[in-house]
């Protein structure tokens, strides 16, 4: 597969985005086998989780910090939506300790890296050192 670049997929370069797409990959093998009558649940809760990514890749396109920073926080926010529902999941006993730990340990890395990211961002929008223009 051939991995074409330019200014708008330097998000590709992050690596919370990178973690963000492992954890959806992971999301999707634990959570794929659960019996029909939760599958809409499930459905939202994967769809929690793969919303991290792609609000990291739609602020980094925005070129705005504003914007950037606005979709970074709803990102955010989909990183505590998709922990509540794998939480639950272990609660209810649907999944295992095990693939609850592996989800968890992903899950924090992706969250830590992406309050660093909004922190570092917020500084240089503070200090006013934020290039939105292409040249």
Not at 22 to 49: G, Q, R
Not at 57 to 63: I, L, T
Not at 78 to 89: I, K, L, R, T, V
Request: charged share 25%; proline share 1%.
């Amino acid at each position: 597969m051939e991995d074409r670049r330019n200014i708008n997929r330097g998000y590709k370069k992050l690596r919370v985005w990178q973690d963000s797409i492992s954890l959806y990959v992971l999301a999707c093998k634990i959570l794929k086998d659960f019996p029909f009558e939760l599958k809409k649940t499930v459905s939202n809760a994967i769809d929690s989780c793969h919303s991290i990514s792609r609000n990291i890749a739609e602020g980094y396109c925005r070129r705005s910090i504003k914007e950037y920073l606005n979709f970074l926080n709803i990102g955010l926010a989909s990183c505590g939506e998709f922990h509540s529902s794998y939480y639950s999941f272990f609660q209810a006993n649907q999944i295992s300790e095990s693939d609850f730990e592996e989800l968890d340990k992903l899950h924090f890395k992706v969250e830590n890296q992406l309050l660093k990211l909004i922190e570092s961002l917020q500084n240089k929008k503070n200090n006013e050192y934020w290039q939105d223009s292409f040249a």
